[in-house]
């Protein structure tokens, strides 16, 4: 059974920074590759970043580039991501999520989410 | 950036057929893909590229693809049909390897 477990979430001053990590079972985890979602309270899904399964391809959204580094230890079958700078409108619950790997690109769609981490940024 | 169109509201009555655009230039040379979230759960893959259906979700789900439109259609819509659904894709270079529509509230009258 697929299992994506987040944790490092909770409440930090602006300005501040955070690390969340995601500890993957359940599959060969260094075969896929792992993405960072979030969702604003009462808003929609928002893609924060990709990682390919060897760290080969890594990609930001606009609102994050520069501030989130996205990384994996495919030894460890986690993944991280470090949030600096971070501002009241990163307040979010943080999804863990896998790509599905089903059409051999590297980036397809996700088949699995973790349950989610809220981050609340506030003073 | 790049940016995926979604209604943000759908009303049907039960037993009636919903359908749920989504429009973006990339449509036309990149997959498109649907989840329905559920108040409180994570998204649910509901098509993956642009038609087909995981073995999990019933028929009354499918997808359809015409240019830079993609739309879901659910048949025989029930009262556990109403959530959220999201269509989600890519932009043609790769640069945006996911994004997603604002979402429609599907509603079950």
């Known amino acids: 059974e697929v299992q994506l477990v987040e944790s490092g979430g909770g409440l930090v001053k602006p300005g501040g920074s955070l690390t969340l990590s995601c500890a993957a079972s359940?599959?060969?985890?260094?075969?896929?590759?792992m993405n960072w979602v979030r969702q604003a309270p009462g808003k929609g899904l928002e893609w924060v970043s990709s990682?390919?399964?060897?760290?080969?391809?890594?990609y930001y959204a606009d609102s994050v580039k520069g501030r989130f580094t996205i990384s994996r230890d495919n030894a460890k079958n986690s993944l991280y991501l470090q949030m600096n700078s971070l501002r009241a409108e990163d307040t979010a619950v943080y999804y863990c999520?896998?790509?599905?790997?089903?059409?051999?690109?590297?980036?397809?769609?996700?088949?699995?989410w973790g349950q989610g981490n809220l981050v609340t940024v506030s003073s | 950036s790049y940016e995926l169109t979604q209604p943000p509201s759908v009303s049907v009555s039960p037993g009636q057929t919903a359908k749920i655009f989504c429009s973006g230039d990339?449509?036309?040379?990149?997959?498109a893909y649907w989840y329905q979230q559920r108040p409180g759960q994570a998204p649910l893959v509901l098509i993956y590229?642009?038609?087909k259906r995981p073995s999990e979700i019933p028929e009354r789900f499918s997808g359809s693809s015409s240019g830079t439109t993609v739309t879901l259609t659910i048949s025989e819509v029930r009262a556990e049909d109403e959530a959220v659904y999201y269509c989600?894709?890519?932009?043609?270079?790769?640069?945006?390897?996911?994004?997603f529509g604002g979402g429609t509230k599907l509603t079950v009258l």
């Open positions: 989600q894709s890519a932009d043609s270079t790769g640069t945006y390897p996911v994004v």
């Open positions: 999520a896998k790509m599905s790997g089903v059409t051999g690109s590297w980036y397809d769609f996700i088949d699995f």
């Open positions: 990682i390919s399964s060897l760290s080969g391809y890594i």
């Open positions: 990339a449509l036309s040379n990149q997959f």
């Open positions: 590229q642009d038609t």
């Open positions: 359940g599959f060969t985890f260094s075969d896929y590759s």
